[in-house]
Nanobody, 125 residues
Framework: VQLQASGGGLVQPGGSLRLSCAAS????????LGWFRQAPGKEREFVSA????????HYANSVKGRFTISRDDSKRTVWLQMNSLEPEDTAVYYC???????????????????WGQGTQVTVSS
C-alpha cells in the first residue's frame, strides 16, 4: 500500500494549487481518503476527507469554501483543489487512506493507517 502526493509549490496569497495523491498496490474503492497538513512546530491537522464511493466530503473550518476534495477510484487518485490560498495554509500536506469504519474519526490523524510522503505548500508574496 503506497501513496504518492504531488502538486505542492510556492504560490502567492490568493492563488491556487491542486494536490494529487496516487495510490499503488491497492484500489481505493473501500478506502476513506484524507488530507492533513503540518506546519513547522505544529501538530499534524485535519484538512479534508472523502468517504467511499463518492460519499460525503468533510472539511476543516479553516479551509471550508476554499478547498475541494475529490476522488476517482478508477484512476486510484484523490485530489485537493486549493483556492484563495493564505499564508496560514503554508505546510507540508499529506494524503492518507484507511479502510476501517470511521464514524467520526476521519478527522484524526491516528485513524489513518496509510500515508503519503508529503508535499510542501508555501503561500508567500
Amino acid at each position: 500500500v503506497q501513496l504518492q502526493a504531488s502538486g505542492g509549490g510556492l504560490v502567492q496569497p490568493g492563488g491556487s494549487l491542486r494536490l494529487s495523491c496516487a495510490a499503488s498496490g491497492f484500489t481505493l474503492d473501500h478506502y476513506i481518503l484524507g488530507w492533513f497538513r503540518q506546519a513547522p512546530g505544529k501538530e499534524r491537522e485535519f484538512v479534508s476527507a472523502i468517504f467511499r464511493g463518492g460519499g460525503s466530503e468533510h472539511y476543516a473550518n479553516s479551509v471550508k469554501g476554499r478547498f475541494t476534495i475529490s476522488r476517482d477510484d478508477s484512476k486510484r487518485t484523490v485530489w485537493l483543489q486549493m483556492n484563495s490560498l493564505e499564508p496560514e495554509d503554508t505546510a507540508v500536506y499529506y494524503c492518507a487512506a484507511e479502510d476501517r469504519y470511521s464514524g467520526s474519526r476521519y478527522c484524526r490523524a491516528d485513524f489513518f493507517g496509510s500515508w503519503g510522503q508529503g508535499t510542501q505548500v508555501t503561500v508567500s508574496s
